[in-house]
């Protein structure tokens, strides 16, 4: 079975704390996603990659920033936290067999209250 | 641009009732149609999928048909059950740098089955 571990369940944050979310996939995917969800919203993207070292912006990237140095690891960063950053924020990996109808696996999300 | 609009929710069955979640999309091209299920305190996991106009996805008792004329891929189930009560998120797919398939999700929709 494909597991995607996410560092924390919960976290709670001060705002302008710099906040790092680790997520690791023990499926050796190419791909790997970072999402937030929000009640009536659904999830959004805010980046992806698809190699080590590659990066790409998804729909709302502001505030964000990315790391992946390894394959199995991509980590979401908050330069500077904010109450509108408050979400669960979901990290996804798949394999990149060429076509677009790959799935999606999930991590359990970190939901993040920055007060 | 890309977009999956589903049916406004809390969606409340008794057990054994019958089960649609209405989904529609508004797409260039052919993407790819998901169904992705959060059952409480986990992140998504994949329930079913289809590929190209008149394919029908089916899992667990569920099942949708990817219908191009209508742009329409509702969920049903004939009978559900309590352990059914989750979050269900449409989604579409779209590709991205080096091939890879990204998701545009709908705003999710909570079921509760009551016994």
């Known amino acids: 079975d494909v597991k995607v571990t996410q560092s924390s369940r919960y976290l709670v944050k001060r705002t302008g704390e710099k906040v790092f979310l680790e997520c690791v996939q023990d499926m050796d995917h190419e791909n790997m996603f970072w999402y937030r969800q929000d009640p009536g919203l659904g999830l959004r993207l805010i980046y992806f990659s698809y190699d080590v070292k590659m990066k790409e912006k998804g729909d709302i990237p502001e505030g964000y920033s990315v790391s992946r140095e390894k394959k199995e690891r991509f980590s979401l960063i908050l330069e500077s936290a904010s109450t509108n950053q408050t979400s669960m924020y979901l990290c996804?990996?798949?394999?990149?067999?060429?076509?677009?109808?790959?799935?999606?696996?999930f991590g359990p999300g970190t939901r993040l209250t920055v007060l | 641009g890309n977009s999956v609009t589903q049916m406004e929710g809390p969606v409340t069955l008794s057990e054994e009732a019958f089960l649609t979640i209405n989904c529609t999309y508004t797409a260039t091209g052919y993407p790819s149609l998901f169904w992705y299920v959060q059952y409480p305190g986990e992140g998504l996991q994949l329930l079913l999928k289809?590929?190209?106009?008149?394919d029908k996805g089916s899992n667990k008792g569920f099942e949708a048909t990817y219908r191009k004329e209508t742009t329409s891929f509702h969920l049903e189930k004939g009978s559900v059950q309590v352990s059914d009560s989750a979050v269900y998120f449409c989604?579409?797919?779209?590709?991205?740098?080096?091939?890879?398939?990204?998701?545009?999700f709908g705003q999710g929709t909570t079921l509760q089955v009551k016994p």
């Open positions: 989604a579409l797919s779209r590709r991205g740098s080096g091939n890879t398939g990204k998701l545009i």
């Open positions: 289809a590929t190209k106009a008149d």
């Open positions: 996804a990996s798949s394999f990149d067999g060429g076509i677009i109808t790959d799935t999606q696996y």
